[in-house]
C-alpha cells in the first residue's frame, strides 16, 4: 500500500523545468511527503521532504496543495543527469516500526 | 562515514544454493531493511528491523530469512536460491527524528539464480 499515485513515465527537454506530480489524497495531518531518485540501479537518494509549506533545496523544489492531497517535484533546469526514477513517499506506520513505502515511482526521461 | 556498506556487489548462484548478504551500516540507525528490485518494478520490502534484536516480515518475506547480528549489521540469507529471485537487493537503514524519517540506501547487491 503505497498510498501515493504517480504517473509511470514522463519526459522532459534538456535545460527545461521538470514538473512531477503526485497524489496523496489519504495523508495524515503530521505526515510528511518525500521525494527519493534512483539513478539507473544505484540505492534511491534522498531529495526533498515537506509537510505543509512548500520547499526549495539545491536539488529541487517542492510544492504542496494547500489540501495536502497533491504535490509537485520541480527540477528547475533539468539535465541528462537527472534521468531517472523519482519516488514520491508518505511515511507508513506499520507493526510497530516506521517505513517509506516505495511503489513505483514515475521515470523522468530528459532528452537533449 | 561509510553509510550503507553491501557485500557482495554481484552474485551468480545455482537453484538451490544458499548465500547470505551482508549489510552494515555505521550511522548508528536503530532501523534496517532489506528491499529487493525487480526490472521495471519500485522496491518491496522484504524484512525489516526496527532495533536490535527484533525482525519483522515485509511485503515479499518468502524465501528469505534475516538475522539483526547488531545494531550495525543487518544479513539476508536465501536458504535455497530460486530463479525467482533474481533481482537487486538494497539493504537500508534509517533514522526516525521527530516526525522525520531519513532512509539512506546501500548500493544493492545484483544477483542472478540460473
Known amino acids: 500500500d503505497a498510498k501515493t499515485t504517480q504517473p509511470p513515465s514522463m519526459d522532459c527537454a534538456e535545460g527545461r523545468a521538470a514538473n512531477l506530480p503526485c497524489n496523496h ?6 505526515e510528511y511527503v518525500y521525494w527519493y531518485r534512483q539513478i539507473h540501479s544505484q540505492g534511491p537518494q534522498y531529495i526533498i521532504h515537506g509537510l505543509k509549506n512548500n520547499e526549495t533545496n539545491e536539488m529541487a523544489s517542492l510544492i504542496i496543495t494547500e489540501d495536502r492531497k497533491s504535490s509537485t517535484l520541480i527540477l528547475p533546469h533539468a539535465t541528462l543527469r537527472d534521468t531517472a526514477v523519482y519516488y514520491c513517499i508518505v511515511r507508513v506506520f506499520q507493526g510497530g516500526s516506521e517505513k517509506l513505502v516505495f511503489g513505483k515511482g514515475t521515470k523522468l526521461t530528459v532528452n537533449p | 562515514n561509510a553509510g550503507v556498506t553491501q557485500t557482495p556487489k554481484f552474485q551468480v548462484l545455482k537453484t538451490g544454493q544458499s548465500m547470505t548478504l551482508q549489510c552494515a551500516q555505521d550511522m548508528n540507525h536503530n532501523s534496517m531493511y532489506w528491499y529487493r528490485q525487480d526490472p521495471g518494478m519500485g522496491l518491496r520490502l522484504i524484512y525489516y528491523s ?65
Not at chain 2, 515485509?58 to 525467482?84: D, T
Not at chain 2, 526516525?96 to 548500493?107: K, S
Request: glycine share 10%; charged share 15%; proline share 4%.
Open chain 1, 25 to 30: 489524497s489519504t495523508i495524515s495531518g503530521n
Open chain 2, 50 to 114: 526496527a532495533s536490535e534484536g527484533t525482525t519483522d516480515k515485509g511485503e515479499v518475506p518468502n524465501g528469505y530469512n534475516v538475522s539483526r547480528l547488531n545494531k550495525r549489521e543487518f544479513s539476508l540469507r536465501l536458504e535455497s536460491a530460486a530463479p525467482s529471485q533474481t533481482s537487486v537487493y538494497f539493504c537500508a537503514s534509517s533514522l526516525l527524528a521527530g516526525e522525520l524519517l531519513w532512509q539512506y540506501f546501500g548500493p544493492g547487491t545484483r544477483l542472478t539464480v540460473t
